[in-house]
């Protein structure tokens, strides 16, 4: 440990990277001055463990950095204890800043909220942004943010220079109350990671819509004497890009409670299944004509249907996944009238499709069949289409292997992947983004969403006996697999334009293990089946946020561990990730990964909370589930739920649990009882 005086190097140039402490802490003042505590004194024990302290600004501050970490691991804790020496009380925030070497390309990434440059420039949403030399908080771009700890999926900030990469974490909560994460690029070229106690958000704060609100930058009142502790842990890595995957996996370990946890379920499995089959079925589905309707709103006194929306997609928010997963429930349970209603939505589906040979995007009463949420009346999302194709495909799988046939669901199969192989880019194998309703001719390649055609072409290999269509789909996932390996899929949701989001990474999961149970002897399908794995699970919450208990959520002791947030730029909990379990417990099998297996347990757990067991639990009606958990302040206040029921939110819950049924490490899965 060395270093000029009043900064210490943890890791110096041509050792891997720098990694320099500029100063023991800082102090953040109302004023908004950055008043650092410099080191005035740093020793080194036998053991590697290191003490700096300092003194400045009426403040002494002490930071213990305990032995460097064992190997396998990357945590090196670390103890900051801060302590008013001055006369008067004074408000004042706390700093701690690592500083690593030039950097061309720092590759920031907070889980679950920031990743990269976060948005692309021509991205249509508006949403928090990074580029290098501005500072534009009104478009939301700048070269430093500060986060709350609560938006993040792990409370941690990664960063890289030329040479070697790091990390900061800390827990969400602190005796100095909620804390935070956050970056900046100084001198032009220099990243650096910072942790704050209390939080901080600026230069904006992100509410979830296209206008910015103020910075919210709390401040704690120190009496003369008091002293006050930051725990943390600091990580040096090597420049690889996908060094956090480890760094995550062991500050998961340490949040969780081991092994043996109750889990979070308040409901088992199979009953679990049983509500979300009679939601979806008494709230979502209306048989003339047969459509699972999006939104059923909780209040039916006040909302009525004024709060259902009269709409279904054919996937992704409605349709064939959940009517599938409908006909999966009934078909096991013998339930009739279920059974009936989940192949009528499926027929109108599959028979109605656009004059260039694909499904519609989604139905309206008002409109009928039409495009969708794309904003253009000819354009045709590549991953809803390719979504809705993959779940008739398997639903005609299963009521064949029941003695059951559909010719018409073949037919409309076979007609959308023949338009998504035309539309296969024949130089670099990318499926198309977009579809033409008209043609079905190819849009776009950008993004993320023609990854969405590649598990339907695996599976209709096999169902129909087509090798040409597991050929398309091999070269499709070689033009893709550069998304991955640059750890940065975008483009999935029809609503969120080119930002990344946790639905890209679950397309990714599928099309990579199928390729990979398709084609074993290829080891790059494995290879990237595994990081399309963790960088999936850089949204996936590794610890309890905490919930005042005057809220809701607070209230029925809502366990964020296994829940994932949508994206950076829809900052709330959701269940998605339940439509890629079963491929992700048959991922965990091949690694031989039961950290990856554990997660997926752990999401089936979570999405078992919150599904109304009798009407009026949480003031919903039996069986319904919410799309929205508040964990943050975006959208709503933190600790609320959103009072709307959604066919997706049901649909995957049940295809989950009924997948689930079927997978021995999940099946036996407890709730508890109440």
Not at 317 to 327: C, D, E, I, K
Not at 335 to 357: C, E, N, S, W, Y
Not at 512 to 519: K, M
Not at 645 to 658: F, I, K, M, N, R
Request: glycine share 12%; aromatic share 8%; net charge negative.
């Amino acid at each position: 440990m060395s270093g000029a005086p009043g900064a210490v190097a943890l890791r110096e140039r041509g050792g891997g990277g720098e990694a320099v402490l500029p100063y023991v802490a800082a102090l953040l003042t109302g004023e908004g001055e950055c008043l650092p505590i410099p080191v005035g004194r740093a020793a080194t024990r036998a053991d590697g463990s290191a003490e700096l302290t300092g003194a400045a600004h009426g403040f002494a501050a002490r930071l213990l950095l305990g032995p460097p970490p064992a190997e396998g691991a990357s945590a090196r804790d670390a103890e900051l204890v801060v302590r008013r020496t001055g006369r008067g009380a004074v408000d004042a925030g706390l700093r701690v800043e690592l500083r690593l070497g030039p950097a061309d390309d720092p590759g920031w990434l907070i889980p679950g909220a920031f990743y990269g440059q976060n948005r692309l420039p021509h991205c249509t949403r508006r949403y928090p942004r990074y580029e290098r030399g501005v500072h534009d908080p009104g478009a939301m771009t700048a070269d430093a943010w500060s986060l709350r700890a609560d938006r993040c999926a792990t409370p941690a900030v990664f960063a890289r220079d030329r040479a070697g990469g790091a990390a900061l974490a800390l827990a969400e909560r602190g005796e100095l109350g909620g804390q935070g994460v956050g970056f900046a690029l100084l001198e032009g070229d220099r990243p650096a990671l910072r942790l704050h106690a209390p939080y901080r958000e600026e230069p904006i704060t992100y509410y979830g819509s296209a206008t910015p609100l103020p910075p919210d930058t709390p401040l704690h009142y120190w009496e003369p004497g008091a002293a006050h502790t930051l725990r943390f842990t600091v990580h040096l890595l090597d420049a690889d890009p996908h060094a956090y995957a480890a760094v995550l996996r062991e500050l998961a370990e340490r949040a969780g409670d081991g092994p043996s946890a109750a889990p979070a379920a308040w409901v088992g499995v199979a009953r679990a299944a049983e509500l979300a089959a009679h939601g979806l079925h008494r709230w979502h589905y209306r048989a003339d004509p047969p459509v699972l309707l999006e939104t059923a709103a909780f209040d039916r006194e006040a909302l009525g249907a004024a709060g259902d929306r009269r709409a279904m997609h054919v996937s992704w928010v409605s349709g064939t996944p959940y009517a599938h997963a409908l006909l999966l429930h009934a078909r096991r349970t013998g339930d009739g009238p279920k059974a009936r209603a989940a192949k009528a939505v499926l027929d109108h589906i599959a028979g109605r499709l656009t004059p260039g040979g694909t499904f519609w995007g989604q139905w309206t009463e008002d409109r009928g069949w039409d495009a969708g949420w794309t904003g253009d009346p000819a354009r045709l999302h590549a991953r809803t289409l390719g979504d809705a194709t993959l779940f008739l495909l398997r639903a005609l799988r299963a009521e064949r292997a029941g003695g059951h046939d559909h010719p018409a669901w073949e037919r409309a199969i076979r007609s959308n992947l023949a338009v998504a192989v035309r539309g296969q880019d024949a130089a670099t194998g990318r499926m198309a983004a977009a579809h033409h309703t008209r043609t079905g001719a190819p849009l776009s390649y950008e993004g993320s969403a023609g990854l969405a055609w590649i598990a339907p072409l695996v599976e209709a290999a096999e169902a129909f006996g087509d090798p040409g269509a597991l050929a398309a789909a091999r070269h499709a996932g070689a033009a893709h697999a550069a998304d991955v390996r640059a750890e940065f899929l975008c483009g999935a949701p029809e609503d969120v334009s080119l930002a990344p989001t946790s639905e890209d990474g679950y397309n990714a999961i599928i099309a990579y293990t199928l390729l990979h149970e398709a084609d074993p002897g290829d080891p790059r399908w494995l290879d990237l089946a595994r990081r399309a794995a963790d960088w999936t699970l850089t949204f996936r919450y590794t610890y309890d946020v905490h919930f005042a208990p005057h809220t809701l959520l607070g209230h029925y002791g809502f366990r964020t561990r296994g829940a994932d947030t949508a994206s950076p730029s829809n900052q709330h909990l959701h269940a998605f990730g339940l439509v890629c379990l079963p491929e992700t417990i048959r991922l965990a099998r091949h690694l031989g990964d039961p950290y990856l297996l554990r997660s997926a347990r752990e999401n089936l757990d979570c999405f078992r909370q919150f599904v109304a067991r009798a009407d009026g639990d949480f003031n919903a009606y039996r069986g319904m589930v919410s799309e929205r958990f508040y964990q943050t302040d975006c959208f709503q206040a933190k600790g609320m739920l959103l009072t709307l029921s959604h066919a997706w939110s049901v649909g995957v819950l049940l295809y989950g649990c009924e997948t689930a049924l079927g997978i021995p490490e999940l099946a036996t899965s407890p709730g508890s009882a109440r």
